[in-house]
Structure formats: C-alpha cells, structure tokens
C-alpha cells in the first residue's frame, strides 16, 4: 500500500521543498534544489514547469537577465509543443491524453510573457514593450484559439491582463 501511495504524489506535493525554501528567503537552498532535481527529470514536462520555478528564484535572487533567458527558453518550448503533430494525436487517441506533449497551461504561457517583461525591465528594459505585447498576442491566440461560439468557447469571457501596448 505504501508503494502505491508513493507514486501518487502530485507535483506540489515534489516541489514542497523548494516552495518551502522559497518562501522563507533560502533562495540559495531552493536554487540547489533545483539544480539537483532537473538532471533526473526525464519527462520534458516535468523539466519545463521546474525551469519556471528556476525562473522565479533567479529573478528573486536579482539575476533578472539569467532569468530572462530561462523564461525565453520555456516560452519557446511551449510554442513549439502547441503546434498539431498528427501521430502524436493518434498516440493519444488509442491510449490517453498522456502521450500529448505539454505545452503549457493557458495563464503559463501568459504569465510567462508577463514575466519576461518584468525581468526585462529590471536588468536593461529594451524587450520590455516588445513582451508586453506579446502578452495581449497570446491571451487573443488562446481566445480565438477555442471558436467564436460564445456557448462553446467559456474562454470567450477571459479577461485581459492589464499589460501591454
């Protein structure tokens, strides 16, 4: 029973010690734990969303321009993994939704965008604009990405983060 129970943990329930460094101002413990933990995560999911947390102390550690990079290089993964790729959805139509590529949850790749402007701003603020913008690009993507069918599209009613030109 407790092996069963063992491989059930959520990913909350994995990083409850680098959140609990994090929020008490051990950036430098959280940042070891993460170094330690991405080299074993074999499943690019996995990797990704631990490279946001990674993200998140650089920027709290005031590395904004490392973690700028950082953001960049999961943004640009998850784009690429939206884009359709037809054996995968066979895959996954046989089996489960396991076998999709993840590409990231709606407010991720938002926030992602928000971020980049805000670590942006704090290092040199060139690229701020330029990621604010593409805030408001990919809220209206994920929008008209689900129909215009106002009664099969509940993201219809999204509200646009105050962000951007």
Do not use: W
């Not at 994090?22 to 490279?51: I, N, Q």
């Not at 904004?64 to 884009?83: I, K, N, S, Y």
């Amino acid at each position: 029973m407790i092996l069963a129970a063992a491989g059930c943990s959520t990913y909350a329930d994995r990083l409850r010690g680098v959140r609990g460094e994090f929020y008490s101002g051990h950036l430098e413990a959280a940042e070891k734990f993460v170094d330690t933990e991405l080299p074993k995560k074999r499943r690019a999911k996995e990797a990704d969303v631990l490279k946001l947390e990674r993200a998140m102390i650089e920027l709290s550690s005031g590395k904004p321009a490392v973690a700028e990079r950082t953001l960049r290089e999961v943004r640009d993964r998850f784009d690429f993994l939206e884009q359709k790729d037809l054996a995968e959805g066979a895959a996954s139509y046989l089996t489960d939704d396991t076998h999709r590529a993840y590409a990231g949850e709606d407010y991720e790749k938002v926030l992602i965008r928000a971020f980049l402007a805000l670590s942006n701003l704090m290092h040199d603020g060139g690229d701020a604009n330029a990621y604010a913008l593409q805030v408001n690009s990919k809220q209206q993507q994920i929008i008209e990405a689900a129909g215009n069918d106002a009664e099969k599209n509940p993201k219809l009613g999204y509200k646009h983060v105050a962000l951007g030109a």
